[in-house]
């Protein structure tokens, strides 16, 4: 069993709610306005996909998911999962067949309350913790559960929440642009009337 893991939409809410939505991302950055920092609450969606690279249909019986920091589980978002630690659940797939070459996919949805100490770069790491197959084979390129990334049962996707830097260099282009244009119509108005005089 294969595991891949997408970011597959981004809400940002505060006085106002923007949502950005994607296809098989595995790297999103969000931008946010430093003055509304603390007031703003990101829901991440992600998609996780398990597929059958084997020749014998199996079942993903347990997908596990590591929780970022300070990202929180909302049992009400997502009700095909449980917590237990740090650690989400998800055994909605345990009684799916899925044969070779076919994939399944599930859903789960983060959140994530802002303020200025907690911007940067989240990993969020998803890994098939226990599979089955009628023939008891075990799969020959990965271990089950030991959180080793490179394996191919387990997936991940980084989320970046950075404060918007754009916003201030529009500003200083234009000031520095305003004052340049005003310098050189001083000059020009300048020459003009003591070439009259």
């Not at 200025?116 to 913790?129: D, P, R």
């Not at 997936?155 to 201030?168: C, E």
């Amino acid at each position: 069993m294969k595991l891949d893991k997408y970011i597959t939409k981004v809400t940002a809410k505060n006085n106002k709610t923007i949502t950005n939505n994607y296809t098989d991302a595995t790297l999103v950055k969000q931008e946010i306005d430093s003055k509304q920092i603390n007031s703003t609450t990101f829901v991440a969606e992600y998609t996780i996909k398990v597929t059958n690279n084997g020749n014998v249909p199996g079942y993903a019986k347990k997908i596990a998911d590591y929780l970022p920091k300070d990202f929180q589980f909302n049992s009400e978002l997502n009700k095909d999962w449980y917590q237990s630690g740090n650690t989400l659940y998800c055994t909605s797939l345990s009684n799916v067949a899925i044969k070779p070459g076919e994939s399944k996919e599930v859903k789960l949805i983060l959140v994530k309350k802002m303020n200025e100490n907690n911007t940067g770069l989240f990993n969020n790491s998803a890994e098939i913790v226990e599979s089955y197959n009628e023939y008891g084979l075990k799969d020959i390129n990965s271990v089950e559960g030991n959180k080793v990334k490179g394996e191919d049962d387990m997936g991940s996707a980084d989320l970046i929440i950075s404060i918007k830097t754009g916003q201030i260099v529009l500003t200083a282009v234009f000031t520095v642009i305003a004052v340049t244009a005003l310098a050189v119509i001083s000059i020009i108005t300048y020459r003009k009337l003591n070439g009259r005089i």
